[in-house]
Structures are given as structure tokens and as C-alpha cells.
DNA sequence: CATGAATGAGACTTCATTCAT
DNA sequence: AATGAATGAAGTCTCATTCAT
């Protein structure tokens, strides 16, 4: 079915490279505006300024376009979680970050990635599908260690699976980002990132960790402070 | 711009009915499997066992057979919210039978038409857009309501809004709901919605301010505690 | 090609003959609305408030039932003018009538009729065109022998053929008569009858030789005098 | 309503405008002869030898191919009249110019364009009609033109409409070519513009220029010549 | 290398017509 | 006698893709 040849030849050099990420970017814009189906190459080259043909010389086709314009999307998210991520501090933190930078990335890039990735990938012939399964979990891994740290730590429940934290934590998040799109309303990212937290964080506490341990052990440690400081 | 024109004539009767009815299941298969551009009508109609002209027989054309094959799916949601959802017992129970009752029919179905929806609702034309807006309100009506009357008992917290829980709550849903798509597995739907519940309640109860705070004082103590160490 | 099998068996019957003058008069309707191609069956049925099935009960098909349409406006239009011509009165008196009754058959009827035979009797294949031939030529019949007799009492010129005459009294009404439609102008028949009785007359009025060439002969002087002068 | 998309892209270039001129050569035949519902781009793509594809990549569709032919049409024959038009000659000398050319222009082309514009231009849905009207005008513009001056001078005329006076000389010119069509017989174009001409002309004179004061002007005239010759 | 030009395959849709009931 | 229901055939149009230049 799907055709593995390559392209006659794909040019390689500087100004190549230039002309792929041309491409590219501009690809995505109309996937994201678009979805895969309505997005048309006509579309792409013309915002290009080059003929269809030229496309191809670079791309199998719209489907591997489409595919290389996910997988790069992808590849910058990860990048910025797994360079951004503050893994010195707090579990609550980290997901605050997380969430933040979610929010940003998805609505400055608009939405239009995230259901370009959430409809096409769940399309019945494995077209696209297949490929997104292992960006989805290098996607999910810095939330996923995030949640495994804290649980270690005990600054998180253990008592529920992890996926199911985890689709607690992004679920929201994509449903609010359509809203945002649906309804054509600005955003404010930091009280939007800010309430997320506040809400969900009880969520993942554990529910063991009562009222009375933390009075006792926040006793304890200011009588240490205490003790140092009169030292 | 909507086209008037009535089919050539729509025939009304008992094998009629029966016709329509046929042609809406398979309808809702093919565009839950495929997604609104990627289902044809030829598709349709072969499954069926019958001529496309026989489709356009009883319906305006694809889209209006797709409009109606969500307005269905969601009146039937509707109804089935409207009447189980036990008003008399706590919000916590309430939540819960939302929870089951929705994951049921999302998983009964395919998550094919909720994904249709979500798609196809975002499309930059608002073509089937503006069809959804209403069902998207009456649809998530029995969620406000029974968050609502939860805060107006004092059983949910009142610090964050209302779209916000929404969000925490459908959005998880539909990303579980995914999961199990895009991985092709069994969904325990008790024990998801048991556990789902679990997860979320926490998040809607009213803050205890005091206990928030010492839990915030207890993560960050022991973020430092594991800096120094890990030293 | 043509199917000339009849229908099954067209019913007969007093009961069945008021249906097919109902059809009959309907489909005139729809035909001279919409013009062949764009008529429909579905249309004709749904206007009598019949299934498209009794329409072929009754009529061999689209196409046997807009030629009979025609036959029968032919019919009646002969007729028309065969009962009403004032064979005993002059010339002019007759072409007065013809005239006249012309306007009036045609914007009662509406010139959709007038159009339909124009361009259908003109498609390529000789689909509908070869039946007109002959009623063309009896709808002619009474202008044709109103020039002849006027010819032979000398009343009419005979230094031109009849057919070019023919031309020149129904052609300025045909374009009257499109002229109004086009721009959905109210006519007054009487006035535009005698008016163009007045402006024809002289045209077929025998020519005096002598004064046609003083005629020529003043408007070339004219003409070269106002070349001078123009220069 | 009116499509404002593009063609993908039509290309422009040499070898391009050949295509198009290829392409609206053959549509013009192709509607001339079936009219705008029975021709068929499957028609057209035939005759040409190319796929259907081709046509659609220089022609937004079927309409807009039509519009233009009928466009480029008129604009040879408003040509062929404003270069022509002998504007120095006498009233009917600038009449036998018009009706010769159009006679010609129409007998050459066929009468299918001139039978196209009719029909499709009363059709229900101004869908190509409104296309028309400026048309009509600029292409009936020479001979109102030509009818004014010939008033004014007194060569004709001045107690009918314009109006009249128009279909009296295009009304019969249509019929006898599509009376031409219909029989398919040939035209002998110089004698029966000739003819026409001289069966119209009385039609048009002024009815008060009576043969004795013609003659008394051909006297006087010859006479003031010959004094001239004499000198 | 870039592209102008062409196209095969397939989409949605319409409608005259048939036939069992 | 009337019709409910179904459909074959055809039509317009779109788009990813190829290939010679």
C-alpha cells in the first residue's frame, strides 16, 4: 500500500535544507488551519510561492509531510520539557511548569496540531496512527516521570494507576484548549496554568497524608528551625 | 448558502422508517470510524447493501446525514443523563453515575463520533460547527447542574469556575477514552469509573486552607531535604 | 434508442383522461417555467400532488410528454387564429389580428413555451426538432395564406419571397416578447400590436419603384452633404 | 453564491494560452450545438482529445467555461460592428452594412450561440442571464446608435419607439436563421440581406416624405449638377 | 533543480425510469 | 389504478501525484 520508495532523488545541501524547512513550517500552518483532509498540497505550495512539484521532490507525499510536520512538532515540545523541566524543586511545582508550558506551546502554536495529532491518529487504516505511538510516549514521559518522582517521594498518591493521573492532568487540558478555539476567547495562560494546579493537586495527593501528621511534622520542623537558629 | 431543497421526495411509512434507521447505524459506523471527510457515501451504501442513490433517497447529502447522525448520538446521551442521574443522593454519587453512565456510552459506541464531533466541530468553514454549539450545551448541562447544586450544599469548592471542573472532568474522560482506542484495549469501565472518581473528588472539594498550606509547606521541606542529599 | 414501446397499458376511461389533461397542464406549466432539461418529473408529480409513477403510467416518458405539451399549445394556437382570422376584411386588418392575437397567446401562455420549442426544436439530435417541423409549418399556415391572398389582390409587394415577410412579422414579435421577459416588463398588448402593424405596414406595402429611388437617391445626398460639412 | 475560488492554479504561459484558446474553441462548439444543460465537460475533454482534469485546470467549471464563451463571442461581434460601421454612408447604406454582418457573423458561427444566449439567458436562476444584460446592450448599442443619427438627419422615422424599431430589424433575423438551422438549408447571405434590407427600409422611413417633394428635390438637385458640369 | 502541465481515480449528487405491491 | 421504493447511468468537480523539459 504505501509507498516506501523515496522521491527520484532528494536534493541535499545548504539551500535544500533551507527549501525543507521552508516547507515545513509552513505545512504545518496549514495542517494545523486545515486538518490533514482539507489541507491540500495546492494550498501548501501556493503559501510557499513554489509549484506543487517541488513539494515532492522533498516529500514522499502528503502523508509523509504530514507525518515529518507531527514528528518536528513533537520533537520541539519534548525538547522544552526536558530542558525546562525544574527537577530540583517540589512535585507541585514541576507540574506547574508543566502545565504551563502546556498551555503555552499549545496555544501559541494554536490547537490546530494538537487535533490535527488527536483526530488523524485515531483514524481507522493505521495511515497515520502507528507512528504516533511512540511520539505519544516520549511526549507523555516527562509528565509520567514527573508523577513516578513524587509517588517515590510520597508527595503523590500511589493508591491509583499513573495513566490514570496522567489523563487527569492532560485530558483537561486539550478539552480546554478546544473550548479556547471553539469559542474564539483569548486565554489567560498564567491564571489559567495557576487554577489547573489549584484544582487538580489535591487530586494527586495522597490521601493518607492527613491534616494532623502535617500539623505534627510542621510543629517539628520549626522547633528544629527554631533550635538552629538559637544556636 | 444551506441548500432548501427537499430530496425528491423523502417517503414516509413504515419500511421507510426502518430504512432511515438503517441507514443512521451504518451512517454513525462509517463516520465514527473515519471521520467526517474520510467516510463516503459510497461506503455507506455498500455496507447497507444498497445504492447510493438510495442514501440521497432519504437524505439531503452528507452532510445533513452527518448532522443528523450526531444530533441522534447526542439526544440519546442526553436523555439517558436526563433520566438516571440521581438527584436525590449526594454529588459525590451523582459524580459518580456521570462518570460510569458517560464512559459507558463512549466506550459502547467508539469514541469515533466523539472525535468526530471534537474534529469536526474546530473545522475552520463552520460547517457542521454551529450545528453542535446547542448540543454541546445541553450535553454538558447535567454536569453544570450537578456541580452547581454540589457547591450550593457546600459539597464542591467555590474558589475556581464552574468551566474549569467541567474540563477537569470530561477531558480526562476523553483522553482515557483515546488511550484505549489508539491501544486497542479492554477498558474495565467499573473500575475506571471508580477510580476516576477516586482521583477527581479530592480535586472539587471545598479547600481546606490550613491543611493546604502545611501540604505545601510538607512538598517543599521535603524538595530541600532531597537537594542537600542528592548533593 | 428511442423506446417506442407504449406503457404497460395506458389506462382509459373518463377518470383517466381528466388525469392526463391534469398532468398535461401542469407539465405545460413546468416545462415553459424551466425549459426541457431543467424540468423534472418530480417537479411535475409533486405540483399534481401524484407519485412520479403515475406520470409514467400515462406518458411514455420526460420526453413524449413535452412533445405532446407542445402539440396541444400548437393545437390551440391554430386553432386560435383559424376560427378568428377576418378573412373578409383587408389586408392590413388581417395582419392586425394576427398580431395582436400573437402578443396575447404568448404573454397569457408566457413565452417559456415559445422558448422551449425554439430551443429544444433546435438540439442536435433530432429529438424533439423533427416533430415541431410539421406543426411549424400549420402554425405558419394562417401568415403564410394572409401574404398570398394579400398578394394576389395586390395589396402586398411580390418583389420578395413570402418566407422573408413570414420573417419579418413573427421574428419582431418573438424578440418583443423576450425583450419583456428579460427585463419582467408589463406590455401593452393593444398598444405594441398597433405600433407594429404601423411600423410593418410600410414594409410590405407594393413598392413604387420611382420614389424607392428618389428615396435612395435623397438620403446618398444627405449623406455626402454631411461629409462635407462634417470635414 | 458566485465560487470565488481559484482554479488550483491556471497556468499562464505560451503554451498555456494555446490550451485555453484550444479549450474555448471547442466549448464553443460544443455549446452552440447542445445548448448549456445537454453539452457535457465529458463532451468537451473528448472533442479535445485531453481528460476532463485538463479543462477544470484553466476553468473554475462548466459555468464560468460557458460565460466566457459566450463573453469572447460578443466581443467579436462588437468588434466586427464598431470597426466596420460605414458611420459617413446614408442611414440605410449603414442598415445593409449591419444586417450583412450580422447575418455573417451568425451563419459562420452557427446559430447555437445565438440560441444558447436566448434560452439560457431567460432560464429560472439568474444564473447566466445576468451575465448578459451588459452584453446586450454594448452589442445592441451600434445599430440604436445607427437608428438615432438616421433620426436625427430625418432619414427615418420618429413616431415609434427605438425599441420597436430593434426587434423589427433583429427579430427577423434570428428567425431566418434558425429557420435556416431547422431546414438545413444554405443561405445565400448577400441576397437576403439585400432583401431584408429592402423589405425594412420602407418600414423605417418617415411617412411624411412623400414622393413629389422627392421629386421636386431630384430636380433641383440634377439641375444645380449640371450647372456645375456646365461650368 | 524547479516546474508547467496533465491526469487517473474517485468523490458527491441528480434524475428518469422500473416494478412489486 | 396508483404508488412506494429503489436504482443505473451519468454529470460536475477535486486533488495527489507524475514526468518531460
Known amino acids: 500500500m504505501e509507498e516506501i520508495t523515496t522521491p527520484r532523488r532528494v536534493p541535499a545541501g545548504a539551500k535544500a535544507e533551507q527549501r525543507i524547512r521552508d516547507i515545513l513550517r509552513v505545512s504545518r500552518e496549514v495542517f ?20 506543487e512539484a517541488t513539494v515532492f521532490t522533498y516529500f514522499h ?27 530540583g524543586q517540589s512535585a507541585r511545582a514541576q507540574l506547574a511548569f508543566y502545565v ?10 494554536g490547537t490546530g496540531l494538537c487535533a490535527l495529532v488527536l483526530s488523524e491518529g485515531r483514524a481507522k487504516g493505521p ?10 510516549r516520549r511526549y507523555t514521559a516527562p509528565l509520567m516521570d514527573l508523577l513516578a518522582r513524587g509517588r517515590e517521594n510520597g508527595e503523590i498518591r500511589d493508591d491509583l494507576p499513573l495513566s490514570l493521573m496522567r ?9 480546554i ?55
Open 32 to 51: 494545523a488551519e486545515l486538518g490533514y483532509e482539507r489541507a491540500t498540497t495546492t494550498e501548501i505550495a501556493q503559501r510557499l510561492g513554489v509549484s
Open 61 to 87: 507525499g502528503k502523508r509523509a509531510l504530514c507525518v515529518r510536520v507531527i514528528e518536528d512538532w513533537y520533537d520541539e515540545i519534548i525538547d522544552t520539557f526536558e530542558q525546562g523541566m525544574p527537577r
Open 100 to 109: 504551563k508550558t502546556h498551555l503555552q506551546l499549545f496555544l501559541i502554536q
Open 127 to 136: 495511515d497515520l496512527g502507528e507512528v504516533f505511538v511512540p511520539l505519544q
Open 167 to 175: 489523563s487527569a492532568i492532560l485530558g483537561p487540558m486539550e478539552h
Open 177 to 231: 484548549l478546544w473550548d479556547a478555539i471553539a469559542r474564539e476567547r483569548e486565554v489567560d495562560i498564567d491564571k489559567t496554568a495557576s487554577d489547573m494546579v489549584a484544582l487538580l493537586w489535591p487530586a494527586l495527593l495522597p490521601v493518607n497524608v492527613e491534616a494532623e501528621k502535617l500539623r505534627a511534622f510542621y510543629g517539628e520542623v520549626g522547633a528544629a528551625l527554631r533550635k538552629v537558629e538559637g544556636a
